[in-house]
């Protein structure tokens, strides 16, 4: 039962375009997200999160939006730039866990000088 | 500059050997974890720590068991390697509470049972 699912494995965008990853949840307990970042042969490294207090939150280039009535999150990114290919995965956190994070299944994402 | 240091980058064992994978965390964190990495599966919690001595089972604990005998220190211990176990092993910690400032990764461990 995969409670946080990221349904692209792959995503390709020309350098200085956005570049916008999704992720959905099933589970209406989760009330904490982030996001990281992982490149080949190194642990992944926090990104971005998001309190579900909040629809947005913004860090550089770097901007999560949360729609807590459809159950999704999306990372934007803007301008996308050749150093932030890598996978990038969702996590989530219910409020009743502690810190036990749930993470999705990760997007590869490309950016194409 | 917090670190999650794993002892090894690189392992390649034999099927039914008894397997050690170590993590260090400098940073005082109460909270230490243990993910497996797989192609299409995403990161995959095998157990967690809130304490020393203290371990919890997660989403696919079987054929795994752990150790924490200081706060510092997580072990993964696989009683008898099989072949689908071989995969990348992610150890992660964080400051215990709540809001949630992220786990620390350390850089895994790409493990090879044969």
């Known amino acids: 039962d995969q409670q946080v699912k990221q349904n692209s494995p792959s995503l390709s965008v020309q350098e200085g375009r956005i570049s916008i990853l999704n992720c959905d949840y099933t589970?209406?307990?989760?009330?904490?997200f982030l996001w990281y970042k992982k490149y080949p042969a190194e642990g992944p490294t926090f990104l971005i999160s998001i309190s579900s207090i909040k629809d947005k939150n913004e860090d550089g280039r770097f901007t999560v939006f949360l729609n807590k009535s459809a159950k999704h999150l999306s990372l934007h990114i803007v301008p996308s730039q050749p150093g932030d290919s890598a996978v990038y995965f969702c996590a989530a956190e219910p409020e009743t866990s502690g810190s036990r994070l749930t993470f999705g299944e990760g997007t590869q994402l490309t950016v194409n000088p | 500059d917090v670190k999650v240091t794993q002892s090894s980058r690189y392992l390649v064992k034999r099927t039914g050997e008894k397997v050690f994978l170590e993590c260090v965390q400098d940073?005082?964190?109460?909270?230490m974890f243990w993910y497996r990495q797989d192609p299409g599966l995403g990161l995959r919690l095998i157990y967690f720590s809130y304490d020393v001595k203290m371990k919890e089972k997660g989403d696919i604990p079987e054929g795994y068991s752990v150790s924490r005998e200081k706060k510092e220190r997580f072990s993964l211990i696989l009683e008898s390697a099989s072949t689908n176990q071989t995969s990348m092993y992610l150890c992660?910690?964080?400051?215990?509470?709540?809001?949630?400032?992220?786990?620390?990764f350390g850089s895994g461990t790409r493990l090879t049972v044969v």
């Open positions: 589970n209406s307990m989760f009330d904490y």
């Open positions: 992660a910690s964080s400051f215990g509470g709540r809001p949630n400032y992220g786990y620390t």
């Open positions: 940073m005082d964190h109460e909270n």
